[in-house]
């Protein structure tokens, strides 16, 4: 089995590409033939071939998953993905980090989908599966791995060590060496929403096909409006699924990244971001279609434009052509040249197509008229496609340079460059959201409209009044934006007219979203009287709109350092230096100020299997790898997890940092940020958060001090009585008890031993630290064969090391060596963001509007469906 | 004029505008030579310099400085840029821990009294994807 399972999954690799492609051939003579019969005929024989395809996909799924879960590191997806401490959830993982894999993860959401047109799509099925499967033989043939002449199609995940790397000289001499351990997964993916984030993005890419193949279908066969009602079912959940993955993603980046926030407008994000916006649009168009028969020409470009766009953005990430801008997009692995050619081809295709067809699509006979509700869609649509404009041309700026050969470079701060420009956008979909809406349920006709007009505009001016008042409020509470001010230099005039500015935007944003929250609220509650919920899509979404926006003004516009300048210096000469200090220093147990908060180092943690919380390191003695012994009882709640002396296994890889808080009041709470040293990747921090009602406090590590640097030094002999009092490393120390031992830890202790414990308490500044240093003398009855053991206690709190040297029985002196080091500590980042939970509140409302959406066009939908084609 | 017409302008107006603005605000490639240029003639843009660090015979890391006990919020290093110039490069921030593993950096930044200070530090780690050694 696992010499041939490579080669059983390319097989099935190639069988599932052949039936993709025979599968097209045969719907496309199914949806064309004339004589009933025939179509039946090639309808089953298409069905038969695509059930083959859908079972070689899920033979291509299985063997690569067999190959990491068995590590198997013949193969170099296992070696290069996975590794032996790997847990199974994680290889899950491990399973799409590869461009392979997650394209095979794509391809299998297609079958999934296909099987349930095979169900659903009815009358459609032939013409809409010939473009469906035209497409999945397209990416399938990305992990083809076939070579014809000098061409090599796709690149397959069932290649060999020897076959990935022939150049490694190990290879050379023996190509049938298999590596011990893989390389592992990249230690970012190690999250539990890196398990479920890919395959919903995935499953949102794989949905966008089915509108598409809608559309196209319906073009090809001259349905031009029928197209839209199935694409209307699929569209929605495509809406819902995509933008529930890229705000999985933004979460991720929030709870594991250390760029200090959940959107960083990279390249990767904006990629998938932009399609979903265009996505949304195409949605609102047909509604309109749907309604009233009208906008089928903006219907058709749009939904054309979301398939294209999600092509561009896998360009975008995979060809390689993005790999300077952008901080983790995949490198070319052999697929660049066909994603160009495949992105080329639709790009051609779909305009043909559409240039074909234009004449034939129904045009709007009159303009829409201002009063009407749908008027203001489309000037929501206006605004959507201008917004995507920016983000895309912004992201697109390694490409020109490869088009024209220039070299410009991205904006310098991108952050900076797309959330100034994007504030008004978000100014504009938030009074659009609300205006559409309170148009909707007021019924809005031409005789009413001046009086809606004119009672929608007090509700404006109320919320920007309250906008105002809300801003400059949380000016003075969080005074960053001063900052801001003075960090430009107060005479830079420039400077201060983009403070303005954005001052400006920061209020319209509130006003906005408040304006939303309050017609989408008025809109739910008469949609909740009249007892018609089901309509409620529209309402719950542009209520979630509001107050996602509004908590997106504050944790990002109002996000706060609150490491930022601590000493009291104000402006000096060295004034940039004071407002870029946004991180501190904590030494091991001593207490620094920040703000409202006493912060203390109380060092490094780490987590065991079976153990429910964090074990300090000062209970701990690493043996080998993971493995490490208990020098003191773990305990939890009560309960005694491991005994002094007893092995375990940690999760080595991640250290913990425990920083306590302790408020005004004394309340304290500790914070926990990982970092993870490793080899191909340096050190990787991820933050600890902790979830406040009304805020979010949000701390990583920065850097940490390498301990093999910490030479110890400072030897000391010390003889002590029991009872007495001394200094170590200028902490007092009192030998409370010496007494026989009945386990040392790291000692395999014979009956004959003679086994003795010291028991030091160590007075910290507000804790006691003890210190168990233990001897063990073996043969002791025989004096000439007398041998003493000492196990060293190490007291990291306080940098000491300390060994029971030696007993003296008739004084009754113990001697005890002593070793001390410097304190670590380590650099770290705090900052507040505030009112974050609306964020997510408002993206869950979004996220269930769309369901109620979907619900109802599905129930709408059903009886008229079936549309002979 | 038709409602269709001018939301049309409007739309071409704004995304020309959008376009301009992006062009305003894109940033450069520059070499150290070139980057001083520009903050000579009074040019106060942030600008891109790729190049690697500086290193010895050895191939060991030289002129890495950051001394978070004295300062955590200062760090500097020597980035040798794509024409062979050597600078130093001010960071206000700690030293990125994973700087001595990439094998490109990236710096965003510009000359301040003929200082380079860095605004950002992108690193493009050799890539899991290109892993050529076999242990």
């Known amino acids: ?869 | 004029m038709k409602k269709s017409h001018i939301i049309a302008l409007v739309m071409i107006v704004v995304s020309g505008f959008l376009i301009f603005n992006l062009g305003e605000e894109s940033s450069s490639y520059d070499s150290f030579a070139t980057a001083r240029e520009r903050a000579k003639v009074g040019d106060s843009k942030s600008t891109h310099v790729v190049g690697k660090l500086k290193k010895d015979a050895m191939g060991e890391i030289v002129g890495l400085e950051y001394n978070p006990q004295v300062n955590p919020n200062l760090s500097k290093f020597i980035l040798v840029d794509t024409l062979q110039q050597e600078e130093m490069v001010t960071l206000y921030q700690p030293l990125p821990p994973d700087l001595a593993k990439s094998d490109r950096v990236v710096v965003i930044g510009k000359f301040q009294n003929d200082k380079f200070i860095a605004d950002e530090v992108l690193l493009k780690c050799p890539s899991k994807y290109e892993e050529t050694e076999v242990k």
């Open chain 1, 1 to 869: 089995m696992r010499s041939h399972i490579g080669d059983i999954g390319h097989l099935f690799t190639i069988i599932s590409f052949i039936s993709a492609l025979l599968g097209v051939f045969a719907y496309w003579n199914a949806s064309n033939k004339k004589a009933l019969e025939e179509q039946t005929n090639w309808k089953t024989f298409a069905r038969g071939l695509f059930g083959l395809h859908a079972i070689s996909v899920l033979g291509i799924v299985v063997s690569l998953f067999m190959i990491i879960k068995n590590h198997w590191y013949e193969y170099h997806y296992a070696w290069n993905h996975s590794s032996n401490s790997l847990p199974v959830y994680y290889m899950v993982s491990a399973f799409w980090e590869g461009q392979e894999g997650s394209f095979l993860l794509w391809v299998f959401w297609h079958a999934i989908i296909g099987l349930l047109l095979l169900k659903w799509a009815k009358s459609w099925e032939a013409p809409v599966m010939t473009i469906f499967l035209g497409i999945q033989a397209i990416l399938v043939s990305m992990i083809l791995g076939v070579v014809i002449g000098d061409a090599k199609i796709g690149s397959s995940p069932f290649l060999t060590m020897a076959q990935a790397m022939p150049e490694a000289p190990i290879f050379q001499n023996n190509p049938d060496f298999v590596p011990e351990d893989g390389t592992g997964l990249n230690p970012l993916l190690q999250n539990y929403w890196m398990v479920i984030h890919p395959p919903t993005l995935f499953l949102g890419f794989a949905l966008t096909l089915v509108p598409f193949a809608y559309l196209v279908a319906g073009l090809w066969k001259e349905k031009y409006t029928e197209w839209v009602k199935p694409a209307m079912n699929w569209g929605l959940p495509t809406a819902l699924i995509l933008g529930t993955g890229i705000m999985m993603g933004a979460y991720w980046a929030y709870e594991t990244l250390n760029f200090g926030g959940y959107w960083n407008w990279d390249p990767v994000e904006n990629a998938v971001y932009v399609p979903w916006l265009i996505l949304v649009a195409g949605i609102h168009a047909m509604m309109i279609a749907q309604r009233r028969g009208t906008a089928m020409k903006l219907s058709t470009l749009l939904i054309a434009g979301t398939f294209f766009l999600i092509i561009y953005s896998t360009y975008l990430t995979r060809s390689g052509d993005l790999e300077d801008a952008s901080v983790h997009s995949f490198t070319d692995a052999g697929m660049g040249l066909q994603l160009r050619i495949f992105l080329l081809a639709l790009m051609v295709g779909i305009t043909a197509l559409i240039a074909w067809r234009w004449k034939k699509l129904p045009s709007d006979e009159k303009e829409t008229e201002t009063y009407s509700p749908d008027f203001w869609v489309f000037i929501g649509i206006a605004v959507i496609f201008i917004s995507s404009i920016q983000i895309l041309a912004g992201t697109s700026i390694p490409v020109f340079n490869k088009l024209f050969n220039t070299h410009v470079a991205p904006p310098a701060n991108q952050v900076q460059f797309y959330s100034r420009i994007q504030i008004w956008f978000g100014v504009g979909f938030s009074f659009l959201a609300g205006f559409g809406q309170y148009l909707w349920w007021r019924g809005a006709n031409k005789a009413n409209f001046s009086l809606l007009l004119r009672k929608a505009s007090y509700y404006g001016i109320a919320t920007l009044f309250v906008g105002f008042i809300a801003v400059m409020l949380t000016n003075t509470f969080i005074p960053e934006i001063g900052q801001r001010v003075l960090e430009a230099g107060v005479e830079n005039d420039e400077a201060k007219s983009k403070i303005v500015v954005d001052m400006l935007a920061y209020v319209l944003l509130f006003a906005g979203g408040l304006f939303a929250i309050i017609s989408g609220g008025l809109a739910l509650s008469k949609l909740l009287k009249k007892n018609q919920f089901k309509l409620a899509g529209g309402a719950v979404a542009h209520l979630g709109l509001g107050i996602m926006l509004i908590g997106i003004l504050f944790s990002a516009g109002f996000s706060n350092t609150l490491s930022k300048n601590l000493t009291a210096e104000v402006i000096s000469e060295r004034q940039s230096e004071q407002f870029n200090a946004e991180h501190l220093m904590l030494r091991r147990h001593v207490p620094k100020r920040m703000g409202e908060f006493v912060l203390r180092y109380k060092g490094m943690r780490f987590e065991a299997d079976g153990f429910p919380s964090f074990i300090p390191e000062s209970k701990l003695l690493p043996l080998v790898d993971d493995t490490v012994l208990a020098v003191r009882d773990i305990e939890y709640e009560g309960k005694t997890y491991f005994k002094r002396g007893d092995s375990l296994r940690i999760f080595a890889q991640d250290t913990y940092y425990e920083i306590e808080f302790t408020d005004k009041n004394g309340k304290s709470f500790s914070l926990f940020p990982r970092a993870q040293v490793n080899d191909n990747m340096g050190l990787i921090a991820s933050p600890d958060t902790r979830h406040e009602f009304n805020r979010d406090l949000y701390t990583h590590v920065s850097s940490i001090p390498n301990l093999k640097n910490f030479q110890w030094r400072g030897a000391d002999t010390l003889r002590l009585r029991v009872g007495d009092t001394t200094f170590f490393n200028d902490f007092i120390a009192i030998l409370d008890s010496v007494g026989p031992a009945k386990k040392i830890p790291g000692f395999n202790a014979e009956k004959t031993d003679i086994m003795m414990s010291a028991h030091l308490s160590i007075l910290g500044r507000d804790t006691v630290f003890t210190a168990i240093p233990s001897l063990l003398i073996r043969h002791a009855s025989t004096p000439s064969q007398a041998q003493m053991f000492t196990s060293t206690e190490d007291v990291p709190d306080i940098g000491l090391q300390v060994k029971m040297a030696n007993i003296d029985p008739k004084t009754g002196i113990f001697t005890f060596a002593t070793r001390s080091r410097q304190m670590d500590y380590v650099v770290l980042k705090v900052s507040e963001k505030p009112m974050i939970n609306l964020l997510w509140t408002g993206t869950i409302l979004i996220i269930i509007g769309f369901g109620i959406a979907w619900r109802r066009r599905l129930k709408e939908n059903k009886e008229t469906l079936d549309v002979r084609v």
